[in-house]
């Protein structure tokens, strides 16, 4: 959102930044706090990173001469089916959270690969689950909840994310095939993907 920004003191402030994405990259990797969005101060090349949105309330956006604003959008990465739920056996409940930051928990989850998860937006109850509507009996109709399944389409659905980090050593020798410099996530698991 150009010349924009969040009325709202940040979580963390970064200095010296030299591209957006690098900051984008470090609301990502937040684990101190659940990062929502980020202001660029194009100017002074800073970057501040807030646990809030526009859209919750708790803050508001102002117009800004050299600020742009920026949010995540986790939830774009999930097909949304109103008024139904996946399944009662859930592998984790987070109570009072948005749906956006509940896709955020799902997308890194680290001890199970969510697929999807229900959402209770009258009660801001996030309910995850490894199950897809596949794997399941299939989605039930129930007024007042909205089931989200992960969309693991393209090639790196062949892959388990474990959070951030590089493949471990062997016998102290790297157990890379091939090193490739200069790609994004996605296309890394395109050039992985036919040696599966």
């Known amino acids: 959102m150009p010349l924009l920004?969040?009325?709202?003191?940040?979580?963390?402030?970064?200095?010296?930044?030299?591209?957006?994405e690098m900051c984008a990259r470090e609301c990502v990797r937040q684990s101190d706090f659940d990062c929502q969005s980020f202001d660029v101060d194009n100017q002074r090349r800073v970057c501040a990173l807030y646990n809030a949105t526009h859209d919750d309330g708790r803050a508001f956006?102002?117009?800004?001469?050299?600020?742009?604003?920026?949010?995540?959008?986790?939830?774009?990465?999930?097909?949304?089916?109103?008024?139904?739920?996946?399944?009662?056996k859930h592998k984790r409940k987070i109570p009072d959270i948005s749906a956006e930051q509940c896709a955020r928990r799902c997308v890194f989850e680290q001890n199970f690969r969510c697929a999807g998860f229900d959402y209770e937006p009258g009660y801001a109850n996030c309910w995850l689950t490894d199950l897809?509507?596949?794997?399941?009996?299939?989605?039930?109709?129930?007024?007042?909840?909205?089931?989200?399944?992960?969309?693991?389409?393209?090639?790196?659905?062949?892959?388990?994310?474990?959070g951030s980090g590089s493949l471990p050593y062997v016998d102290d020798r790297p157990i890379y095939?091939?090193?490739m410099y200069g790609l994004d996530l996605g296309a890394c698991a395109q050039v992985s993907s036919p040696h599966l």
């Open 5 to 20: 920004t969040l009325a709202s003191p940040p979580a963390r402030v970064l200095l010296n930044f030299t591209n957006i």
């Open 61 to 88: 956006l102002q117009e800004s001469e050299h600020v742009d604003h920026y949010r995540t959008a986790f939830e774009k990465l999930f097909h949304r089916l109103p008024n139904h739920v996946l399944t009662v």
């Open 132 to 162: 897809t509507v596949a794997q399941s009996a299939g989605v039930k109709f129930h007024s007042g909840a909205d089931f989200y399944e992960r969309d693991f389409g393209g090639a790196l659905s062949n892959f388990i994310s474990y």
């Open 177 to 179: 095939s091939k090193t």
